[in-house]
Nanobody, 115 residues
Framework: QVQLVESGGGLVQAGGSLRLSCAAS????????MGWYRQAPGKQREYVAV???????NYADSVKGRFTISRDNAKNTVYLQMNSLKPEDTAVYFC?????????WGQGTQVTVSS
């Protein structure tokens, strides 16, 4: 059974930092591309960042320079370091794992940034 379990969300003031983690089980972690998405109230889910199985990364323009995605294949975990947080970063953040055959989602973790 595949599980993606996010943690590390919470309430932070604007300008602060949070580090999200996503622990994966039931998949061959190293061959999967791992991403983060977010969904704010009343909005569609949007892409945030991805770290490919190769280790290369990509970011949405809205978070570039502020967020850093990384992965630890030994721990089957992907991280999202979020710095200089803004109120518009408030959303539920979802972990995503995908390869050429499958696409998996976690349950999400709430991030709230107060102004």
């Amino acid at each position: 059974q595949v599980q993606l379990v996010e943690s590390g969300g919470g309430l932070v003031q604007a300008g602060g930092s949070l580090r999200l983690s996503c622990a994966a089980s039931g998949i061959i972690f190293s061959i999967n591309n791992m991403g983060w998405y977010r969904q704010a109230p009343g909005k569609q889910r949007e892409y945030v960042a991805v770290v490919f199985s190769s280790g290369s990364t990509n970011y949405a323009d809205s978070v570039k320079g502020r967020f850093t995605i990384s992965r630890d294949n030994a721990k089957n975990t992907v991280y999202l370091q979020m710095n200089s947080l803004k109120p518009e970063d408030t959303a539920v953040y979802f972990c995503n794992a995908y390869n050429s055959l499958r696409n998996y989602w976690g349950q999400g973790t709430q991030v709230t940034v107060s102004s």
